[in-house]
């Protein structure tokens, strides 16, 4: 069952012709997560073969252009392309009299529900509980009302052994019932331990997305021991003074969150138009947090435990 | 002295990965005009590498997003990159209230001052005159209060003839005298008229650019004789009910409105998405008048007087 990250966007705040600003594309069980949607971003998913029409949910960290400036423009191809599923949007509440403003000013009437969630970016809270995946938020310390999101995938139900099934004609509830871990009783009174029975399933995945934030501790109970976290690093250590003021991140700090956190692997991203070549700010991070990587604009990572 | 119209999106609605909606820079004298700006337009600029801080006129048509969405994009990374010269921003008034609550919500307060424009869209009107060209609405046929846009030079003043002047060591206002079409009379009292010592300067060239509107023959006293016309060709005559009912053209109707209107080239765009070889559309054109051609994503044309 597939969990991956597509990056869509790795630059910070100015669109380049080669790094576009934040948007990330999560792919769970091929339920797709759109996160942020910086300007270009559906050319961004075209690029990427990525069916427009199965985003169901888009989440906006924060209202800084350069996370949500593509977002009427997908709203408005979605509709275009004859859409009729709901989509839901999940931000600060102030893009929705945007959204709405866009609208009604065009004269727009969008033939499909356009559901909007407000986000309270002050305390960390569960915005999305499907079969599939729960979505809780991250406060995160931006000099603009801003949370990252943490994707956690459903612990999946136990595997009922094949060598067990041969030979019998189980009814569907009674693999139901074996899956939720009950024994099973046979026709002839011969009772099976649920834990002979079956074999664990496979761990549950995670991935937090934590764009913009200055260096703080205070995520790290939220996104301890995720799989693969997505921390900005717009700065090097060099301009550690400029991170601090602006409320970013240095990828040294990126990398002490991920290293304190004891999370899995270590995504970078958000960088500075000023960094040309990567390769020092990743070496930063290394030294730190060995299982740091670089995002690029198109890469899919996918999610496993390791 | 440089005229040319550089295309940096020519398809219509939805942005694909090899077209963009609706943007054009205009060059003249190398001032920098932009026409309409989809999303992706800044992206289109850098790649065509036109120096984003020389824009400082922005002409919107109307109010749907393949010709605005791109525009709070672009004032904001002009104010990232540290802008402090002034942008003219001319639209349809509820644009203003748009950028404003993008603004707010974002609480950016720009480094420039970024001066609106309303545009009425029911009358021709001239809305910059400069000292080098003045541009006239075009009031258009759409499904939404819409204009396009003349772009005149001013005609040149004459050129003082190389032979006249030498040996001669002439004051400033001399020269101003002279350009204006006064005689000129040397220190000997001796009279040169005008007509002897000056030659005629080149003739004043012109650009009509027209998107969105269905076929209409009210716009011909505005365009009259234009060295250039971008007239929208969004269909072709098998998808004429279709641009009707939408309020589009045909590149027939384009080409039409082309001969009608006397003009000396005409150039298509705004493509729908549907036709993925653009030759018949172009074929259907230059049937009805010859000197047609297809505007492209990336293309320079100058304009020169035919």
Redesign the interface.
């Known amino acids: 069952m597939t969990f991956s990250v597509t990056v869509l966007g790795s630059g910070a ?5 080669h790094r576009n600003p934040s948007a990330q594309l999560i792919n769970v069980h091929e339920k797709l997560y759109l996160i942020d949607c910086a ?2 971003t ?2 961004q998913l ?2 990427n073969r990525i069916r427009l029409q199965k985003i169901n949910h888009i989440f906006i960290s924060h ?4 996370h949500y ?2 977002l ?2 997908l709203i ?2 979605l509709h ?2 004859g859409r009729d599923a709901e989509l839901n949007v999940y931000a ?1 509440p ?2 929705e ?2 959204m709405n ?2 609208l009604d ?3 727009t009437v969008l033939n499909y529900p356009l559901i909007f969630h407000p986000l309270n970016t002050e305390v960390s809270e569960v915005i999305l509980d499907n079969r599939f995946i729960k979505v809780t938020t991250i406060p995160l310390k931006h000099n ?1 009302p801003t949370c990252g999101f943490l994707i956690s995938e459903k612990q999946a139900k136990p595997n009922i052994r094949k060598d067990f099934l041969e030979g019998k004609s189980l009814a569907n509830s009674d693999y139901k019932q074996i899956k939720s871990g009950k024994d099973y009783t046979d026709e002839h009174g011969i009772v099976y331990k649920n834990e002979d029975i079956t074999t664990s399933p496979r761990l549950p995945r995670s991935y937090a997305y934590c764009s913009d934030t200055a260096y703080d501790e205070s995520i790290i109970p939220l996104v301890k021991g995720v799989d693969l976290l997505y921390h900005e690093a717009t700065f090097m250590e060099d301009k550690a003074k400029d991170a601090e003021a602006k409320f970013h991140s240095t990828a040294r700090q990126a990398a002490e969150i991920a290293r304190l956190a004891g999370v899995k692997k270590l995504l970078l991203g958000h960088y500075s138009a000023r960094y040309k070549n990567l390769q020092a700010l990743l070496n930063e991070a290394i030294e730190v947090f060995p299982e740091s990587m670089l995002a690029d604009d198109g890469m899919t990572i996918e999610v496993w435990p390791v």
């Open positions: 705040a100015i669109p380049l012709t300007e270009g559906q050319v075209r690029r209202l800084h252009g350069d400036f593509g009427m423009g408005t191809t275009l392309l600060d102030r893009l009299e945007i403003l866009h000013a065009s004269k603009f």
